[in-house]
């Protein structure tokens, strides 16, 4: 898929300069010719019409990849933004994997930071290529010759990187080609344009809900109303009964309705008439899992962090506090709810779909299918959100589309969409999970000792991820970012991993989203017991001078501490994550339905190299505004039966535009290598919010969303 078509199948048949990188860079790579692009890593292409592509490996669903890849490669190649293209990359792990991950894939808010020096290395192979053709066709030494804005000169002499494409296939690739200094960098700290924006807007970037094929049924399924349900028995009179239904199929996650559009297979799947089988079903309801989980985190659990002597810090404290913590399963909603396309001719298949994990869910596909993985053919697509959601460790919703493909017979290429209901309703949610802390301070008003007990399920278990989530027991995404930002002397995290049969996944900051929550409202409350400020309290205790730089920047836009407007009141927080620091200050007030009225927020974040400004502050907005809508309304709940009780946005609360604060972004100015921003800018806020509402309530927030009656005034 390319942002801006009209010359991509240009480069592949005539004089296209197609470059591929080994890495780590081994030597040079043979090059072979326009037409045959050459192994491992090809990244780049020149083509004759001057425009430069960068072949996109990571799924773009919203987070800024595409832009953010393309101003390193263009920078180091001293091209034109006007000139830079995008491709999204097959299905290839030996081509195009996740340096982090050994797979291709993006996650963690990895993309730039995976690819940094992979992409900067590719770029500056490039112009070498076009430096040296030039140089070949002039008969000047390299050195004579400049590169601006896509254009190479010597002397009086001038061509584009177009007009050099066929002259720099010929040539081998370099090694060990010199990276440009940063004082040189044109691109990268500038706020260009996002690449996809046009496409976007004109309507020309294809999703895969805009996909069509010759023929293609739509499919839709009813799942059990309780994860875990079997089908018993169906009656399909009534849905087939429908106009523009097809067919009705079980397969083993469900019932799946097939019809001419997806409309009436939604309506044919409203019609059907099922007897569940509930034996291996989870029925809890959310309020008997917390009761199971609070009775777990009452002793430590598998110590995940451990520094000094916690407990016996405890006994000897002169004031302690103790707090349970509830955070419930959470939707991800993406605009875009999952959709794949996928059709089977001749034994070989095409699949059309956004996929966050492309090599794995082909794989998982083609096995669903009964087809080998080298006969499937992935095309990629633009993805309208995901927050974790399409990041489904055994690649679940993949396999579900391919088992609707296959229980049609492979007669038509099918449509398998999962409705906004049915995705609320049986997808999969940010894990429920309580954590009980009992912290201390000593006679002299410090913080003494800190012992946490998170209770939690794992989604790595019984994964492919299992080995890389899980280690000794502990499920780094329980715990993480309990124990980085503080110097607390005695401290232990613990944690169980809770069994329970709801299908979870990490969601936007993953653990972080509760961790982060407790950590900055629990020292929030000591600080103040121990007549501390809040703000030269936690620098006193940071680990890392890059958070202290962020607390302090956010102090000084906000001018914190200074006067607040009537009737408001202001919280702050801090915490890294993904590598990335950012503090927030919450501006608050009662709002007219007893919840809190977020009027602004402001924000500072280090995340190294700021390569482009534009798509950091955009993931910071995104991000809180995210996080406060989920903050003050959202959750899931299981009631009786452990059925799902929010089906759409009607019932599952996010934040409505005339909600939005207004948000006030600084980037620290950094030279370390960056780091990524998806997802750092969500933990910060819902902390710094529950600190403003302590101050104008006096009541200490331990469940979320706000919405719960204890915490409203």
Same mark, same amino acid.
Request: a positive charge; hydrophobic letters at 40%.
């Given at each position: 898929?390319?942002?801006?078509?009209p010359?991509?199948?240009g480069?592949?048949?005539?004089?296209?300069?197609?470059l591929?990188l080994?890495l780590?860079m081994?030597?040079?790579?043979?090059?072979?010719?326009?037409?045959?692009?050459?192994?491992?890593?090809a990244?780049?292409?020149?083509?004759?019409?001057?425009?430069?592509?960068?072949?996109?490996?990571?799924?773009?669903?919203?987070?800024?990849?595409?832009?953010?890849?393309?101003?390193?490669?263009?920078?180091?190649m001293?091209?034109?933004?006007?000139?830079?293209?995008?491709?999204?990359?097959p299905?290839?792990?030996?081509?195009?994997?996740?340096?982090?991950?050994?797979?291709?894939?993006?996650?963690?808010?990895?993309?730039?930071?995976?690819?940094?020096?992979q992409m900067r290395?590719?770029?500056?192979?490039?112009?070498?290529?076009?430096?040296?053709?030039?140089?070949?066709?002039?008969?000047?030494?390299?050195?004579?010759?400049?590169?601006s #804005?896509?254009?190479?000169?010597? =002397? /009086?002499?001038r061509?584009?990187? *177009?007009e050099?494409? !066929?002259?720099? &296939?010929?040539l081998?690739?370099?090694?060990?080609?010199?990276?440009?200094?940063?004082?040189?960098?044109?691109?990268?700290?500038?706020?260009?344009?996002?690449?996809d924006?046009?496409a976007?807007?004109?309507?020309?970037?294809?999703?895969t809900?805009d996909?069509?094929?010759?023929?293609?049924?739509?499919?839709?399924?009813?799942?059990?109303?309780?994860?875990?349900?079997?089908?018993?028995?169906?009656?399909?009179?009534?849905?087939m009964?429908?106009?523009?239904?097809?067919?009705?199929?079980?397969?083993?996650?469900?019932?799946?309705?097939?019809?001419?559009?997806?409309?009436?297979?939604?309506?044919?799947?409203?019609?059907?008439?099922?007897d569940?089988?509930?034996?291996?079903?989870?029925?809890?309801?959310?309020e008997?899992?917390?009761?199971?989980?609070? #009775?777990?985190?009452?002793?430590? =659990? /598998?110590?995940?962090h451990?520094? *000094?002597?916690?407990? !016996?810090?405890l &006994?000897?404290?002169?004031?302690?506090?103790?707090?349970?913590?509830?955070?419930?399963?959470?939707?991800?909603?993406?605009?875009?709810?999952?959709?794949?396309?996928?059709?089977?001719?001749n034994?070989?298949?095409?699949?059309?779909?956004?996929?966050?994990?492309?090599?794995g869910e082909?794989?998982?596909?083609?096995?669903?299918?009964?087809?080998?993985?080298?006969?499937?053919?992935?095309?990629?697509?633009?993805?309208?959100?995901?927050?974790?959601?399409?990041?489904?460790?055994?690649?679940g919703d993949?396999?579900?589309?391919?088992?609707?493909?296959?229980?049609?017979?492979?007669?038509?290429p099918?449509?398998?969409?999962?409705?906004?209901?049915g995705?609320?309703?049986?997808?999969?949610?940010?894990?429920?999970?309580?954590?009980?802390?009992?912290?201390?301070?000593?006679?002299?008003?410090?913080?003494?000792?800190?012992?946490?007990?998170?209770?939690?399920?794992?989604?790595g278990?019984?994964?492919?991820?299992?080995?890389?989530?899980?280690?000794n027991?502990?499920?780094?995404?329980?715990?993480?970012?309990?124990?980085?930002?503080?110097?607390i002397?005695?401290?232990?995290?613990?944690?169980?991993?809770?069994?329970?049969?709801?299908?979870?996944?990490?969601w936007?900051?993953?653990?972080n989203?509760?961790?982060?929550?407790?950590?900055?409202?629990?020292?929030?409350?000591l600080?103040?017991m121990?007549?501390?400020?809040?703000?030269?309290?936690?620098?006193?205790l940071?680990?890392?001078?890059?958070?202290k730089?962020?607390?302090?920047?956010v102090?000084?836009?906000?001018n914190?501490?200074g006067?607040?407007?009537a009737?408001?009141?202001?919280?702050?927080?801090?915490?890294?994550?993904?590598?990335?620091?950012?503090a927030?200050?919450?501006?608050?007030?009662?709002?007219?339905?007893?919840?809190?009225?977020?009027?602004?927020?402001w924000?500072?974040?280090?995340?190294?190299v700021?390569?482009?400004?534009?798509?950091?502050?955009?993931?910071?907005?995104?991000?809180?505004?995210?996080?406060?809508?989920?903050?003050?309304?959202?959750?899931?709940?299981?009631?009786?039966?452990?059925?799902?009780?929010?089906?759409n946005?009607?019932?599952?609360?996010?934040l409505?535009?005339?909600?939005?604060?207004e948000?006030?972004?600084?980037?620290?100015?950094?030279?370390?290598?960056?780091?990524?921003?998806?997802?750092?800018?969500?933990?910060p806020?819902?902390?710094?919010i529950?600190?403003?509402?302590?101050?104008?309530?006096?009541?200490?927030v331990?469940?979320?969303?706000?919405?719960?009656p204890?915490?409203?005034?």
């Amino acid at each position: 898929m390319n942002a801006f078509t009209p010359s991509r199948r240009g480069f592949l048949q005539g004089s296209s300069l197609i470059l591929g990188l080994t890495l780590p860079m081994k030597g040079a790579m043979a090059q072979t010719g326009a037409a045959k692009p050459f192994a491992p890593n090809a990244f780049v292409r020149v083509s004759p019409d001057n425009s430069v592509t960068v072949i996109q490996k990571h799924v773009e669903f919203g987070q800024g990849p595409s832009t953010g890849v393309t101003t390193v490669v263009a920078d180091e190649m001293d091209a034109d933004w006007g000139q830079m293209r995008i491709e999204f990359s097959p299905a290839n792990d030996p081509l195009y994997k996740n340096l982090a991950f050994g797979t291709m894939g993006v996650g963690g808010s990895s993309a730039i930071k995976e690819s940094w020096m992979q992409m900067r290395t590719a770029g500056a192979t490039a112009r070498a290529m076009l430096v040296s053709a030039a140089a070949k066709r002039w008969g000047v030494p390299a050195s004579a010759i400049t590169v601006s #804005k896509g254009v190479v000169s010597s =002397g /009086k002499r001038r061509a584009t990187f *177009g007009e050099l494409a !066929a002259d720099a &296939a010929l040539l081998p690739v370099p090694t060990d080609v010199p990276l440009k200094t940063p004082d040189r960098w044109t691109l990268i700290g500038k706020e260009n344009r996002k690449i996809d924006s046009l496409a976007k807007t004109d309507g020309s970037a294809v999703f895969t809900m805009d996909v069509a094929r010759p023929g293609m049924v739509h499919s839709a399924i009813l799942r059990p109303p309780a994860f875990g349900g079997a089908v018993r028995k169906v009656n399909a009179d009534a849905a087939m009964a429908v106009p523009g239904v097809i067919d009705v199929k079980t397969v083993p996650r469900g019932v799946v309705v097939y019809a001419k559009d997806t409309w009436s297979a939604m309506r044919g799947r409203a019609a059907l008439e099922v007897d569940w089988d509930f034996a291996k079903a989870e029925t809890r309801t959310s309020e008997q899992m917390f009761a199971d989980y609070a #009775k777990a985190a009452a002793a430590p =659990g /598998k110590t995940a962090h451990a520094e *000094g002597d916690a407990p !016996a810090a405890l &006994a000897r404290a002169a004031r302690t506090i103790d707090g349970t913590y509830h955070f419930p399963f959470l939707a991800h909603a993406p605009m875009e709810t999952l959709d794949h396309v996928i059709e089977v001719t001749n034994g070989r298949a095409d699949v059309w779909v956004g996929s966050q994990f492309q090599v794995g869910e082909m794989a998982a596909i083609a096995g669903t299918l009964g087809i080998a993985p080298d006969k499937l053919t992935m095309h990629q697509q633009f993805a309208g959100g995901s927050f974790g959601r399409r990041a489904t460790p055994d690649m679940g919703d993949g396999v579900e589309a391919a088992m609707a493909c296959k229980a049609y017979g492979f007669k038509a290429p099918v449509k398998h969409v999962a409705s906004r209901e049915g995705d609320i309703t049986g997808g999969r949610y940010r894990p429920l999970t309580l954590h009980r802390v009992r912290a201390g301070l000593d006679a002299a008003g410090n913080i003494s000792g800190w012992e946490q007990v998170v209770a939690a399920q794992s989604f790595g278990i019984g994964t492919p991820m299992e080995a890389m989530l899980v280690q000794n027991g502990i499920d780094s995404t329980i715990t993480e970012g309990t124990a980085d930002d503080y110097a607390i002397p005695n401290q232990r995290v613990s944690q169980h991993i809770m069994p329970n049969g709801v299908p979870t996944l990490w969601w936007r900051s993953v653990g972080n989203t509760h961790t982060a929550f407790v950590k900055e409202t629990m020292l929030d409350e000591l600080l103040a017991m121990g007549g501390r400020d809040p703000v030269a309290g936690r620098l006193a205790l940071m680990k890392e001078p890059r958070l202290k730089g962020v607390l302090e920047k956010v102090v000084a836009i906000s001018n914190f501490g200074g006067k607040v407007p009537a009737g408001r009141t202001r919280g702050i927080a801090a915490h890294k994550s993904f590598d990335t620091y950012v503090a927030q200050v919450a501006e608050v007030s009662r709002g007219a339905d007893g919840v809190p009225k977020v009027h602004k927020v402001w924000c500072a974040v280090d995340c190294g190299v700021p390569v482009n400004p534009n798509v950091i502050r955009a993931q910071m907005e995104g991000g809180i505004g995210f996080a406060v809508g989920h903050a003050l309304y959202a959750e899931i709940t299981l009631g009786e039966g452990g059925r799902v009780m929010q089906s759409n946005f009607d019932s599952y609360r996010s934040l409505r535009i005339g909600e939005m604060p207004e948000i006030e972004v600084a980037i620290i100015p950094s030279t370390e290598k960056p780091s990524g921003v998806g997802e750092p800018g969500v933990p910060p806020t819902a902390p710094a919010i529950a600190n403003a509402w302590r101050k104008l309530t006096g009541k200490s927030v331990r469940r979320l969303p706000f919405i719960h009656p204890e915490n409203l005034a």
